[in-house]
Every structure is written in structure tokens, then in C-alpha cells.
């Protein structure tokens, strides 16, 4: 199948590439970015330029490349939204709108699109359910979830309108070995970063903080499960799906358990607090199971097992390329 990413840059970019091109797919990497250093392992696979907000620019690489499906991971997350909302509303908000408009124009029939737990938020009459269903009023707080919300109803619009079959998953905050970059939830994976590299972490969060996580393969193999199902099966074009939702300071232990000398303290910063106050706690992803068979296979201790190790690996691999 040929496949266009968009952001391939990013966290997801990194370990998507790697699965797709595994798999024997013909994979066209897009980013505003020249391919990062940790993106080397998937050099096989193309790698072009793309500002998403450039319409004309877009539209012109969808109608060269052609791809059967794309995954539109471009995006700048909540954190780093809250500091620049215009830059997220151009990137996130116009940026979907061009890539929904050429795939229509240039005949792709699917699209994957990356949400959010972002698209929620406390509603007026109290706090968000726990677990949070899908269908509950959204009440995004930052620019970032008010343009995935937007994302989200774009992307049943071009489905039932223009038949770009569009679909995609609100993802929790992913944890991987590659450096996030500016989302709220980075807390978790400083947590590990950290404890190797510094021997511990002061976390931005409290240490009661409890938001939805998942480890990267799941949230891979989400991606490509969802993208694979049959149109029939699915009763939505969005869905919540879920892994565990531990607290800051269960993070914190299950890191000790692999690293017993690591330290953490708490410093939280208001302004990154109250967005994590904002998002639910767990998330109710039943309807994901029950379409096309969702099902985690990894909770926080099996995460910590594999990634720790893998954080060292790229951490020693980064300080090899940044002395050459
Ligand atoms: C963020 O923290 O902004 C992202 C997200 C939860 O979507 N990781």
C-alpha cells in the first residue's frame, strides 16, 4: 500500500515509519523538519518537506504521491499551543482543513486522523464522568483541543460528504523513547527520561495528577488496526481508546522497581496543572473494543520493563551522534 505520513517528525512519526515499512508498505515521509537524527532507523522510507498550512503546497504533493492512505500526524501539542495559539490554530485547525481538502482532491479514500484526550474538558454542570465515554459534551480548554474537536467533526464531514473515509482515535498521552515535544502529559515519559539520565526527575505535575496513558506500540498498533478495519464494522468516526490511568507517584514507583535509586519530587507548574486538571482521569473506550477489537496489551509495569532499557539505548545513541 503506498502511504503518506504527515508530522512524521514527531513521537509517533518515529515508531509508525518503522511499522509501516516493516510491514512492506511503500511509506512517503512528510514533515516541515528535515528527518531527525532519531528517525535514522527508517531511511529506507521517503522523506519530504510539507508545511501543512501551505494548501497549495499540499494539495500539489498529495496529487504527485498519490498514497492510498494517509495518517495526518501534524500538530503542535497542548503545552506548546497554549504558548503560541495562533501557531496551533494555522497548523492544527487550517492544516487538517488542507489535508481533508487534498484527499479529496486527489482521490485518497482514507485517512487516519490523531486526536485527542484534549477534545475534553470540565463540563459547566460539573466534572467530566470517569471513565469518560465518547459522546459527552466537549469542553476543550486549550487551543490545541479546540482544533482537535474541529478535526474530529471535519473529519465525519468528509466522510459523509466526499466519502474520504476518515477515522481516527483520541489518543491518551503516549509514552515512547524519543523526545516528546511540548504536550502536558510529558511529565510520564521525563519521568523515565530522567531517572536514567539524572538519576531522578522534579515532575511538573502533583504527584496525585491521574490522566490517561498508553505506551507507543499500543498506540501504533491502534493506528494501524483502526486504519485496517472494515468501513461496516465501524459505528463512529472517532474513538476514545484507553490502557491505564495510573497516578504521577505510581509512575514513579514502577520506574524504581527497574531503577531502585531514582528520586522524584513535585513542582507543579499552574499553568501545565490546570490542563491536566481539565482532561478525564480514564477513559471508557468500549466502543473501540466492541467495532474493531481494541484491546491494550500493555499496563504501566510491562511498559516500564520494555522502556526502560530502550531509553538508555537512545540515550546512549544521542550522546554517539552528538559527539560526531
Ligand atoms: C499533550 O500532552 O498535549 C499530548 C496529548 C495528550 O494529546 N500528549
Known sequence: MKILLTGAGGQIGHDLIGSLSAAGHSVT????APRPPSHAHASGAAWLGLDVTDAAATEALFEKVKPDLVFHLAAILSARGEKDPKLAYDVNQTGTWNVLEACRKAGVSRLIFTSSIAVFGPPPSGPL??????????HPTTMYGVTKVAGELLCAYYTKKFNVDCRGVRFPGLISAAMPGGGSSDYALFMYVDAVRKGGYDAF???DTRIPLMYMPDGVRALLELAMADRERLTRSIYNIAAFSPRADEIAASVQRAIPEAKFTYSPDPRRQSILDSWPK???DSAARRDWGWKPKYDL???TDDLVPRVRRMLELGAILSTH
Not at 129 to 138: G, I
Open 29 to 32: 515521509s512528510t514533515d516541515l
Open 129 to 138: 464522568p470517569d471513565p469518560t465515554p465518547d459522546d459527552v459534551a466537549l
Open 205 to 207: 505535575a502533583r504527584n
Open 282 to 284: 480514564s477513559l471508557d
Open 301 to 303: 509495569d510491562a511498559m
